[in-house]
Structure formats: structure tokens, C-alpha cells
């Protein structure tokens, strides 16, 4: 009987081993050469834009632009050409119109003072958002169960509202926020449109525990090339800005995903993004009138936060 009960624990502590042999090139094989990884997901982004005039340093005007719970679609693909470098190809974009809003506010005075116009679009939709991305990562530190990276990337990002009708609370000569009305909803009152250009440098760290993968990235940049276009329909005036080519944006995305198979997971993650308020000039172009014209230097900026929720599955070969 004693016999029996050693050869059965040899066979189970044989059974064990080959069971933690094949976990451990399970997790390997995550990084081998040669690997894969396709995934696929839904998300949704909120947010807000800002879009700002100056002269001479004082404020003059400042819309926001909002972004509410907009679907997107999720792509990606990963291909490891050797066990210390990933490269990447990802991008999101939205699926149909998303919800938005724009508050347009501008002050006579500068924005010490209260502001003297304003007016309220709740119409507005989400024309344009989407984000494409290319990166290169080396492993510095690659172990069983935690591995720890360098990222070099590049990334388009682009955004487009359209506001229709609206409530105005405006300022005569003689009076303060003395005329107000309303513009009738089938009329465009103003579309506006930002990209960005960015070459970044990023950090990028895994966990590992069972089945579970903790994921951190983080992405900075101080070379961001900012643009926007602004129509004002009802005053036939067009903005082209271009405000610099040296803006700041960081990113942090936290993910966490559960392998269901030894090729198939899935994850959910939140990405924080900001652009941070980038100044240039901007060329208008008043259609009515048939004049063009430039404004000085350091007199538009555009700015940009968002927060992107997701879901998504991933499949290596």
C-alpha cells in the first residue's frame, strides 16, 4: 500500500511539474520571435476641446467643445521580429455621429472682466475622431511573470464638431448682456476641426499573475505639430490656425486583461490624454468680403483632454 501512495504522489508531483513547465512557456512564448498579436474592441470617449483668441495677451474669446460618451472601434496589430523588440500599429475611430456640446464665450474687456457674449449650441455632433499610431518597443527587462520597456512612436489624432442653432445672450454698445435670441436649429452656426501631429517617447510596463496581465503606458512629447480650422457659417469667416509645432501632450493608459486561452484574452483599459494649450497665429479668410488676412503671432491656441474607456480581445498566433 505505502508503495502505491509513493508511486501515486511521484505521479502527481511529475503531473505538477509538467503543468508548471507549460505555464511557464505559455507566459515565454507571449515574447517569443516571430509572435503575432491581433486585437480587436468597442470604447467609448468623452472629453473637450478648447479653442481660444487673444490680443495682446488678453483673452478674447473661448469655445468649448465637448465629446459625450462617443462610440469607437479598435484595432491593432503587434508583431515581435525578435524577444527584445515589439513593434505596434494601432488606431480607434468613432462609429456614426457622436454627441457633443460648444459654449462660446467672449469678453470686450479681457477675461478679468465678466463675460459680455455668449452663446449655447446643445446640437452639436461629433463629425470626426479618430487616432492612428505607430511605436517601437524595447524590452529592457523581460522576466516570467514582469517586463519593462522603452517606447519610440508617432500618432495622428483629429477631431471635427458641426453646431446647429443655438441660444446667444449678447452685449450692446450701451448695455450689458442686453439682446438675446435664438438661431433657428436647421442653420450650421460653426464647425471646427483639430489635429495633431506627434512624435513621442513612452514608457511601457507588465505584470503578470496567473492568468491576470496588469498593463501601464505612459507617452510624452514636447514636439507636437497642433492645427485647427474653424468656419463661422452664418459670418461667412474661416480660421485656419497653426499653433506651433512644439506643443506638449501625455498619456497614461492602465489596462488589465484574463487569459482565457493561451492565445485569447480579453482586456479593459482607460486612456487619459491632454494636449496642452498650443499658441500660434491663424489665417481668416472672410468670404463675404473677399479679404484675407493674418493675425499676430501667439494669438489662437487650441487644447485638447480626453479619456477613452475600452474593451477588447486579443488573439496571438
Given at each position: 500500500?505505502?508503495a502505491r501512495n509513493?508511486w501515486?504522489?511521484?505521479?502527481?508531483?511529475?503531473l505538477g511539474?509538467?503543468?508548471?513547465?507549460?505555464?511557464?512557456?505559455?507566459?515565454?512564448?507571449?515574447?517569443?520571435?516571430?509572435?503575432?498579436?491581433?486585437s480587436v474592441g468597442?470604447?467609448?470617449?468623452?472629453g473637450?476641446?478648447?479653442?481660444k483668441?487673444y490680443y495682446?495677451?488678453e483673452?478674447l474669446?473661448?469655445?468649448?467643445?465637448d465629446l459625450?460618451?462617443?462610440?469607437?472601434?479598435?484595432?491593432g496589430?503587434?508583431?515581435?521580429?525578435?524577444?527584445w523588440l515589439?513593434?505596434?500599429?494601432?488606431?480607434?475611430?468613432?462609429?456614426?455621429?457622436?454627441?457633443g456640446?460648444?459654449?462660446?464665450?467672449?469678453?470686450i474687456?479681457?477675461?478679468?472682466e465678466?463675460?459680455?457674449?455668449?452663446?449655447?449650441?446643445p446640437?452639436?455632433?461629433?463629425?470626426k475622431a479618430?487616432q492612428?499610431?505607430f511605436?517601437?518597443?524595447?524590452w529592457?527587462?523581460?522576466r516570467?511573470d514582469?517586463?519593462?520597456?522603452?517606447?519610440?512612436?508617432?500618432?495622428r489624432?483629429?477631431?471635427?464638431?458641426?453646431a446647429r442653432?443655438?441660444?446667444?445672450?449678447?452685449s450692446?454698445?450701451?448695455g450689458?448682456?442686453?439682446?438675446?435670441?435664438?438661431?433657428?436649429?436647421?442653420l450650421?452656426?460653426?464647425?471646427?476641426?483639430q489635429?495633431?501631429?506627434?512624435?513621442?517617447?513612452?514608457?511601457?510596463?507588465?505584470?503578470?499573475?496567473?492568468n491576470?496581465?496588469?498593463?501601464?503606458?505612459?507617452?510624452?512629447?514636447?514636439?507636437?505639430?497642433?492645427?485647427?480650422h474653424?468656419?463661422h457659417?452664418?459670418?461667412?469667416?474661416?480660421f485656419?490656425?497653426?499653433n506651433d509645432?512644439r506643443?506638449?501632450?501625455?498619456?497614461?493608459?492602465?489596462?488589465?486583461s484574463?487569459?482565457?486561452?493561451?492565445?485569447l484574452?480579453?482586456?479593459?483599459?482607460?486612456?487619459?490624454?491632454?494636449?496642452?494649450?498650443?499658441?500660434?497665429?491663424?489665417?481668416?479668410n472672410?468670404?463675404?468680403?473677399g479679404?484675407?488676412?493674418?493675425?499676430?503671432?501667439?494669438s489662437?491656441?487650441?487644447?485638447?483632454?480626453?479619456?477613452?474607456?475600452?474593451?477588447?480581445?486579443?488573439?496571438?498566433?
Amino acid at each position: 500500500m505505502k508503495a502505491r501512495n509513493t508511486w501515486a504522489l511521484l505521479g502527481l508531483v511529475a503531473l505538477g511539474q509538467e503543468a508548471l513547465a507549460h505555464a511557464h512557456v505559455t507566459e515565454e512564448q507571449r515574447f517569443e520571435a516571430g509572435d503575432v498579436e491581433v486585437s480587436v474592441g468597442l470604447g467609448l470617449l468623452n472629453g473637450q476641446a478648447k479653442e481660444k483668441a487673444y490680443y495682446e495677451g488678453e483673452k478674447l474669446s473661448q469655445l468649448n467643445w465637448d465629446l459625450k460618451q462617443v462610440p469607437t472601434l479598435h484595432l491593432g496589430v503587434t508583431f515581435h521580429p525578435s524577444e527584445w523588440l515589439s513593434l505596434d500599429a494601432r488606431g480607434w475611430t468613432q462609429m456614426g455621429k457622436g454627441r457633443g456640446h460648444m459654449k462660446d464665450y467672449d469678453w470686450i474687456d479681457g477675461e478679468d472682466e465678466p463675460w459680455t457674449h455668449y452663446s449655447d449650441h446643445p446640437d452639436t455632433k461629433v463629425q470626426k475622431a479618430w487616432q492612428a499610431e505607430f511605436a517601437a518597443t524595447v524590452w529592457a527587462l523581460k522576466r516570467e511573470d514582469m517586463a519593462f520597456g522603452a517606447m519610440l512612436g508617432y500618432q495622428r489624432s483629429e477631431f471635427g464638431w458641426e453646431a446647429r442653432g443655438g441660444e446667444f445672450t449678447y452685449s450692446s454698445e450701451n448695455g450689458f448682456r442686453d439682446i438675446s435670441g435664438k438661431v433657428p436649429p436647421e442653420l450650421k452656426s460653426i464647425s471646427y476641426e483639430q489635429s495633431y501631429d506627434t512624435p513621442y517617447i513612452g514608457l511601457v510596463g507588465l505584470y503578470t499573475h496567473d492568468n491576470w496581465t496588469l498593463e501601464g503606458r505612459f507617452k510624452y512629447s514636447q514636439w507636437v505639430k497642433a492645427r485647427q480650422h474653424d468656419q463661422h457659417h452664418l459670418r461667412d469667416l474661416t480660421f485656419t490656425g497653426q499653433n506651433d509645432n512644439r506643443g506638449k501632450m501625455q498619456s497614461l493608459a492602465l489596462g488589465v486583461s484574463y487569459r482565457i486561452q493561451p492565445q485569447l484574452s480579453i482586456k479593459a483599459g482607460v486612456d487619459y490624454q491632454v494636449f496642452a494649450e498650443a499658441k500660434g497665429h491663424a489665417l481668416i479668410n472672410d468670404l463675404d468680403e473677399g479679404k484675407r488676412y493674418r493675425t499676430g503671432d501667439k494669438s489662437m491656441s487650441q487644447a485638447n483632454r480626453t479619456v477613452l474607456s475600452t474593451l477588447a480581445l486579443n488573439y496571438r498566433f
